[in-house]
């Protein structure tokens, strides 16, 4: 067993209900913003937008900082008299389900090319009258150039979060990881991996309670997983051509966001906000045909980071 990197302050109340999630995710977008701020001088600015058919959100977003080129951390708490399509098959739920969703997402994109890209999401959805409820999530690290003690470090704060609760399964979640933020057509995953999970609804009396600790604790254990490799690494020299391969990869990133991941079309179908939706994709990225690194550059030595690997344990050479 690990504990995984030391914890941020106190733990967080675990909320009781859904009213609870919706003000433990406002604190930590709250939090998160601050320390965001903090390393880059700059201030998020803030968006309140509307859904039509019920809820909204805030999206607190910056552009142009000096460490972050773009950022967002947004929440978002939306509801409706008809769940989408996609989600109400899967769910083998009839039309005209109720459905209420909340949840924190946030997407940093570092200027410079040593600093990794983030993705973090926690959610929480119920449909019908709260009878049918399920939590899910993650965090994932997206570096143009992996620095091997970063990846590990990253790794083992995730698994010391899914120790920590009984209703997490590290092994499974961080598989889940890999498979899903794999770019199909390419053949490779867009970053370094993570945990990722979805439709967690432990049973028995206490299993709602037990989701939402362990998110609860999620949303802190961000604090703790990438801010210090922002501030490790945010005054690395870089040149010309590190900044031109971490554009390329930002272009993988933009092509799973756009092909494959399931949130940016939930908030799409749902009539989300667009540019809120939209704040995941990195303000300036490049395409290049037949773009394999030469071997033995510094970008070729990148490529096997992007493959499913066992972070905790596992040497990269």
């Not at 990253?154 to 889940?176: I, M, N, Q, S």
């Not at 049973?203 to 362990?214: S, Y």
């Not at 994709?281 to 510094?298: Q, S, Y």
């Amino acid at each position: 067993m690990t504990e995984g990197l030391p914890r941020v302050g106190p733990p967080d109340p675990v909320p009781t209900d859904r009213d609870g999630i919706v003000r433990m995710i406002r604190a930590g977008q709250e939090r998160l913003v601050s320390i965001f701020e903090e390393i880059d001088g700059g201030t998020f600015g803030r968006h309140a937008w509307e859904r039509p058919g019920g809820g909204g959100g805030t999206a607190r977003v910056m552009t142009d900082g000096r460490v972050f080129e773009r950022g967002g951390v947004n929440v978002s708490v939306v509801e409706g008299e008809d769940l989408p399509a996609e989600i109400r098959r899967a769910k083998e739920l009839p039309e005209g389900t109720p459905f209420f969703a909340t949840g924190i997402s946030m997407v940093l994109h570092p200027r410079n090319p040593h600093v990794p890209a983030f993705h973090a999401n926690f959610r929480y959805f119920e449909a019908g009258d709260r009878d049918v409820w399920w939590f899910g999530g993650g965090a994932d690290l997206t570096p143009a150039y992996p620095i091997e003690e970063d990846v590990r470090a990253f790794h083992e704060t995730l698994r010391g979060l899914c120790e920590r609760h009984a209703v997490a399964d590290h092994p499974r979640f961080k598989a889940w990881c890999d498979d899903y933020f794999t770019v199909r057509h390419r053949g490779e995953m867009r970053g370094v991996g993570g945990i990722f999970f979805d439709d967690l609804r432990p049973e028995g009396e206490g299993g709602w309670g037990a989701a939402a600790a362990f998110m609860t604790d999620g949303v802190r254990t961000l604090e703790d997983a990438y801010p210090p490799l922002v501030r490790k690494r945010l005054d690395m020299p870089w040149s010309d051509r590190e900044r031109s391969w971490q554009l390329l990869r930002r272009g993988r990133y933009a092509e799973f966001n756009l092909v494959y991941d399931r949130g940016t079309r939930f908030g799409l179908e749902t009539g989300g906000d667009t540019e809120a939706i939209l704040m995941s994709l990195p303000p300036l990225v490049r395409w290049e045909t037949r773009a394999d690194p030469a071997p033995g550059t510094a970008e070729a030595a990148t490529l096997p980071f992007f493959q499913p690997r066992d972070w905790t344990s596992d040497p990269i050479r």
